[in-house]
T-cell receptor
Framework: GQQLNQSPQSMFIQEGEDVSMNCTSSSIFNTWLWYKQDPGEGPVLLIALYKAGELTSNGRLTAQFGITRKDSFLNISASIPSDVGIYFC???????????FGTGTLLAVQP | NAGVMQNPRHLVRRRGQEARLRCSPMKGHSHVYWYRQLPEEGLKFMVYLQKENIIDESGMPKERFSAEFPKEGPSILRIQQVVRGDSAAYFCASWRDLPGLADNEQFFGPGTRLTVL
C-alpha cells in the first residue's frame, strides 16, 4: 500500500530558529497536505499543494510539492513556542479521497 | 460556523463492552471519514461514508467494527466487544466535495480517546 515517510522523527530547537521537515513516498500523489496536531486535539490543515513544483506560503510556513510528485517539504521560519506539536504530511489516496498520513515529525521549541 | 464535533471526547470501556463514537460534520458537509491513531503513530484511514451510504470501508477491521451515517443525525462508529488493542484516538473528518474551492479538504474533529481496561 501507499506509505509516506517523514523525517526527521523529532526536532528540538531554540526559539527563532528555522525548521525544515520533509516527506517522501514510494508512489505518486496528486495532492500533498501538511497538518499540525496539538496534544489532545485533531489535525489542523496548514497548507495544501495541488501542482507538482508548487511552492506555497502561509505566514511563516512554506511548503513545496516535489516535481516528481513523490515528495514534499515544509519549512517554518523564526520558530516560536506555539509551533510545538506534531506535523504530519498527507496525500490523497485513491478515488475516494481518503488521506494517507505520514509518520509525523515532533517539534519542540525551547523559549 | 461550527467545526466538526465529536463526542464523547474520552471514553473508557471494559473488555467485552461496546463503544459508540459520534461525529457531527461541519454544516454543509455530507461526507465523513473515520481515522484511527495509535499512540505515537500517524492517522490510519478506516471508513468513508456519505449520507446513508458506505463508500469505502477498506480500512475497517472485518469484525466487531461498523459505521453508519444516517440521513438525520451524526455518523456513528461502533466497536463491539472491545479489546485492549482497540485503545486509540478515533478522529472523524468531514468534507463537502466541491472541487476548485480552496477549502475543499477534510477538516478534523477533536477526536475521541478510547481506553479499554
Amino acid at each position: 500500500g501507499q506509505q509516506l515517510n517523514q523525517s526527521p522523527q523529532s526536532m528540538f530547537i531554540q526559539e527563532g530558529e528555522d525548521v525544515s521537515m520533509n516527506c517522501t513516498s514510494s508512489s505518486i500523489f496528486n495532492t500533498w497536505l501538511w497538518y499540525k496536531q496539538d496534544p489532545g486535539e485533531g489535525p489542523v490543515l496548514l497548507i495544501a499543494l495541488y501542482k507538482a513544483g508548487e511552492l506555497t506560503s502561509n505566514g511563516r510556513l512554506t511548503a513545496q510539492f516535489g516535481i516528481t510528485r513523490k515528495d514534499s517539504f515544509l519549512n517554518i521560519s523564526a520558530s516560536i513556542p506555539s509551533d510545538v506539536g506534531i506535523y504530519f504530511c498527507a496525500g490523497h489516496g485513491g478515488a475516494t479521497n481518503k488521506l494517507i498520513f505520514g509518520t509525523g515529525t515532533l517539534l519542540a521549541v525551547q523559549p | 460556523n461550527a467545526g466538526v464535533m465529536q463526542n464523547p471526547r474520552h471514553l473508557v470501556r471494559r473488555r467485552g463492552q461496546e463503544a459508540r463514537l459520534r461525529c457531527s460534520p461541519m454544516k454543509g458537509h455530507s461526507h465523513v471519514y473515520w481515522y484511527r491513531q495509535l499512540p505515537e503513530e500517524g492517522l490510519k484511514f478506516m471508513v468513508y461514508l456519505q449520507k446513508e451510504n458506505i463508500i469505502d470501508e477498506s480500512g475497517m477491521p472485518k469484525e466487531r467494527f461498523s459505521a453508519e451515517f444516517p440521513k438525520e443525525g451524526p455518523s456513528i462508529l461502533r466497536i463491539q466487544q472491545v479489546v485492549r488493542g482497540d485503545s486509540a484516538a478515533y478522529f472523524c473528518a468531514s468534507w463537502r466535495d466541491l472541487p476548485g474551492l480552496a477549502d475543499n479538504e477534510q477538516f478534523f474533529g477533536p477526536g475521541t480517546r478510547l481506553t479499554v481496561l
